[in-house]
């Protein structure tokens, strides 16, 4: 019996799976950031240019991307309806199917850190912060304690506004089905 994610249907194997090619990861990464539908000719020049770190990419890399998007990984993605591709009109468009293996790429923020690690630190940084002004650290002591937490709750809140818009897609997606 397949052992299925918290987040959605589809087995974690499979997901694994999923997540093993480095151009599939790319293109749920791309559709990330785009709201609605993408085509696949600019879903090919972004994977390309990543790939090589050139703009314009060569064409002969271009033709290479665009043919395994097409024939191989957009397939793969649509049969786990991870994204929806119509192969006719060459157009690509993420699904709520793709929340099951956003919480398996995005472990990370983008410093290189878990979203769990961030807040622990924040909020570790922010009791001592307090702390040490109600101890009457000098230099922070300076600095009358509410003032302290109303900071650290500023943190927390553009914290978590900022992590809520990284991961807008999901909730922009859902308005143009």
Do not use: C
Not at 43 to 52: M, P, S
Not at 85 to 91: A, C, L, M, W
Not at 151 to 175: E, H, K, M, P
């Amino acid at each position: 019996m397949a052992i299925t994610n918290r987040y959605g249907g589809i087995p974690e194997t499979e997901i694994h799976d999923l997540l093993r090619n480095e151009r599939r990861r790319q293109v749920i990464k791309h559709l990330q950031v785009t709201v609605g539908k993408t085509t696949l000719r600019d879903l090919a020049e972004t994977i390309a240019e990543r790939e090589t770190g050139e703009s314009p990419p060569p064409k002969n890399i271009r033709n290479s991307v665009y043919n395994s998007l097409h024939q191989t990984h957009l397939p793969k993605l649509d049969e786990r309806g991870i994204v929806e591709y119509e192969s006719d009109r060459k157009t690509i468009r993420l699904t709520e199917e793709a929340r099951s293996v956003d919480v398996y790429m995005e472990v990370v923020t983008p410093y290189g850190i878990t979203w769990a690690e961030y807040y622990s630190m924040l909020g570790t940084l922010s009791l001592f912060v307090v702390l040490a002004a109600l101890i009457e650290v000098p230099v922070v002591s300076a600095v009358d304690p509410v003032l302290w937490v109303s900071a650290f709750l500023a943190a927390f809140g553009v914290s978590i506004g900022y992590q809520l818009w990284t991961d807008r897609w999901v909730y922009l997606n859902a308005l143009f089905d």
